[in-house]
């Protein structure tokens, strides 16, 4: 009973102290140059968020200028400029974490652990971190290039860290993820500065053989965008069951390529129809009985 009392009277005696505006005044004193250190501090930090900020932006406009001027390849400038910026908001974060008061070993030991386990969790978009690697390092294709893919085709418009995009000839975009185009075949049609248009035409078995050549020839010779120091090639290409096939080879820069080649077939059509050559088509012929 005697331990219940002493209890009952020190709780009493520390609410009565509580209660003393004296002592809360005195509480606040001593709490009041803490709060002002921690508000200045804070606002310091905000300011050197702002700052830090504004100068991992102007470092990494520089980066991208001075990448340029060297002649660096699009994607790759792209890709540099993203992991340089990470690797600064990282270096911002740690300072910041230091000024405030959290020991940057132990932050880092956070990251580290926190790494490993989206690493684990995420190893699919790793594969396509990876992948974008190869893609810069071995250069398959480079912004500005049109690739062909089992996934998709078009203009490359941006190679990132993770997802490469197409625009399509249709204006849509398609997204792509790196690991499989690193790990997949696929057609860069633009690679070469030239591109050769293969034509195919059949004619008839009775139509003229050497006049049907020479209208090929001529509608080849007179396209604007041929290049007049590659070969040009007229030929029989095979005597089919029910016609002849005539082909014709030009070159022509690539970004040419698809006009020039609807150009070709309109006027070889033209051509051998004011010329009375046949372009045989299937067709039934139906006998009725009377």
Known sequence: MRNSADITSLAESLELENTNPSVVMEALKDAVPGLISLGTRLLIAIVILLVGRKVVGTLCKMLKHSFERIGMETGLN????????????????????EYIGIKSTSLVAVFGSAGLALGLALQGSLANFAGGVLILLMKPFMVGDYIVTSSGEGKVLTIGLVYTKLLTADNKTVVLPNGSLSNSPLTNVTAMDKRRVDILVSISYQADLR????LMEDVLRRQPARLEAEEMTVMVDSLADSAVMIGGRIWVPVNEYWNTRW???EEIKLEYDANGIEIPYPQMDVHVRQ
Not at 78 to 97: E, M
């Open 78 to 97: 792209q890709f540099l400029n993203a992991v340089l910026s990470a690797i600064l908001y990282a270096i911002l974060v740690l300072i910041l974490a």
């Open 211 to 214: 006049k049907a050549k020479e």
């Open 263 to 265: 150009k070709i077939l």
